[in-house]
């Protein structure tokens, strides 16, 4: 199983020289393994993702965790959707008042877009979950909604006794009444249980949460102790703030760092970074 991170910025993106070591586009991460590549999420970071496929990929399964902008808005700019003999499927939560390929509409159609979901020249297949258990490939997914404004999934996929958890936005602390010394009613906690890479939210700063408190997202010292909680044996800090220059996050990172002693290993997740499980 093959990781790398194509975007892991937050909310907007973020170019700049002052950002060049962690990356300034939104969420997107590829998992490969032989023919399946697996997507999660669509930010401006999928663009440079979709340049780069090989050319024997002929089936793309996009996992998308909600619909908020950053999370989809390279989409319209993914070249394999305009593919006619590209095979894609998009994944995505299921809503209460609305199917998930209506809300796609919206950012497939003027003014935001010129281009209509229904003239893509590959037609994607459009599947919604919710908490729910499917295979692609040999790959096992479980998904759960997590803690964040909207319907929100996490995803947990599994190969070959390997697992990786994907909760880019999430807000952990809310909902528990003991975060983070019990489990129990955790957001996320099932499917991040005993990880191998856990890539997940740590947005704020950890005196800028108290202001923020149900804007969907944690601080890093939350995103920690969730890693802590959750056993898991590597976590990505990802959902960079875009307003936080590297300089910004290493300082964030050595504080939330401080006075710990972990039995596993943390770092800030970088554009462009690989990884192999």
């Not at 700049?16 to 399946?36: D, L, Q, R």
């Not at 793309?60 to 070249?79: A, E, K, R, S, Y």
């Not at 704020?204 to 944690?218: A, L, Q, T």
Request: glycine share 8%; hydrophobic share 35%; with cysteine.
């Amino acid at each position: 199983m093959n990781i790398k991170i194509w975007g892991c910025r937050g909310s907007l993106p973020a170019p700049g020289p002052e950002k060049n070591i962690y990356g300034g586009n939104t969420s997107c991460v590829e998992i490969t393994h032989e023919n399946n590549c697996i997507i999660l999420d669509g930010g401006s970071g999928i663009q440079r993702l979709g340049e780069s496929l090989p050319k024997e990929i002929t089936h793309i399964d996009i996992l998308l965790t909600h619909l908020h902008m950053d999370h989809i808005m390279g989409l319209g700019f993914f070249l394999p959707l305009y593919n006619p003999d590209m095979n894609i499927t998009i994944w995505g939560p299921t809503a209460s008042n609305e199917s998930l390929k209506s809300r796609l509409r919206r950012y497939f159609s003027p003014p935001i877009f010129p281009v209509r979901l229904t003239e893509l020249p590959c037609q994607p297949e459009i599947k919604e979950i919710n908490h729910s258990f499917f295979t692609i490939g040999d790959f096992k997914i479980t998904t759960e909604y997590v803690c964040h404004p909207g319907p929100t999934i996490g995803f947990r996929l599994e190969k070959e006794n390997k697992v990786v958890t994907y909760i880019p936005d999430h807000e952990p602390a809310l909902g528990s009444a003991d975060f983070p010394n019990n489990p129990e009613w955790t957001s996320g906690y099932n499917i991040a249980c005993n990880a191998d890479i856990l890539i997940h939210d740590a947005q704020y700063k950890n005196d800028e949460y108290k202001n923020r408190v149900g804007w969907g997202h944690c601080s890093m010292k939350d995103a920690i102790d969730f890693g802590i909680l959750s056993g898991v044996k590597k976590m990505l800090l990802f959902h960079h703030d875009p307003a936080h220059t590297d300089e910004q996050l290493q300082q964030l990172f050595a504080e939330s760092m401080q006075n710990r002693t972990l039995n596993f290993e943390v770092e800030l997740a970088a554009e462009g970074k690989s990884f192999k499980l």
